[in-house]
């Protein structure tokens, strides 16, 4: 049974972070997974679990604290004009999470096209601000129950660097933090973009439910296959 690592502070790393234990000596692959606002890095451990063995997964803390044990990486309020986000915070902890990621990568010499970001509501936003403004980081990411921030729009990469990218869009039609209508909108925005990706819409509310579980763990292992690979010859 796989079990969470103390707290890591080491400061060679730009966030606080937990690994899932026993770790692979040799990781063939990295996985960062992305708690979401108000929740901490335990949340997604259940999710990493069921992951192949020789990939190393890490969860990191998200770098504001809200309370106790509850943490995000950038504020929001829900209103009736939609999410109304602190646009500073959320760019901040994109550009942290890069590097981060980049730290993880040298330390345990696994190469980006073998790095999946992924992340449950906000921690599904950042993931996609990650790959889609730095393409070369991760070969992967995965936004469940999120939503792609409209004000990444001017950062986004372009289309030959977001070519080697493949996305997983996840979520609920009867959310009601964030309606469904973000996703199909990811999709589409994605789609002229030109990134290949999935999306999959479950009969939920903002939950990261059983089959939604199952079928990014699926999404995720058929990345292992390097004929899956965006640009791999068919």
Do not use: C
């Not at 044990?69 to 915070?89: C, D, H, K, L, N």
């Not at 190469?111 to 070969?139: K, M, N, Y």
């Amino acid at each position: 049974m796989k079990t969470l690592s103390p707290l890591s502070t080491d400061p060679a790393f730009a966030l606080a972070f937990r690994t899932l234990q026993p770790a692979p000596s040799k990781p063939t692959s990295l996985l960062v997974l992305l708690h979401g606002v108000g929740g901490n890095e335990g949340n997604l451990a259940a999710l990493g679990a069921e992951t192949s063995g020789d990939t190393l997964v890490v969860l990191p803390r998200g770098p504001i604290t809200l309370g106790p044990q509850a943490f995000g990486w950038f504020r929001v309020v829900f209103s009736s004009q939609g999410p109304q986000i602190v646009a500073s915070e959320a760019d901040a902890s994109r550009r942290t999470l890069i590097d981060f990621i980049g730290q993880l990568q040298h330390a345990h010499g696994v190469d980006a096209a073998h790095t999946v970001v992924a992340g449950f509501s906000q921690g599904g936003i950042l993931s996609a601000s990650v790959a889609l403004t730095a393409p070369e980081r991760v070969g992967g990411f995965a936004v469940l129950a999120g939503r792609i921030l409209p004000e990444l729009e001017p950062q986004l990469a372009e289309a030959p660097r977001l070519s080697t990218l493949r996305g997983y869009v996840a979520h609920g039609r009867y959310d009601d933090k964030l309606p469904v209508s973000w996703a199909q909108r990811a999709d589409d925005w994605l789609t002229r973009l030109g990134v290949a990706h999935e999306t999959k819409l479950y009969p939920t509310g903002h939950e990261l439910g059983a089959a939604m579980r199952a079928d990014f763990l699926a999404w995720l292992a058929r990345g292992d296959q390097p004929w899956n690979r965006p640009g791999a010859r068919q």
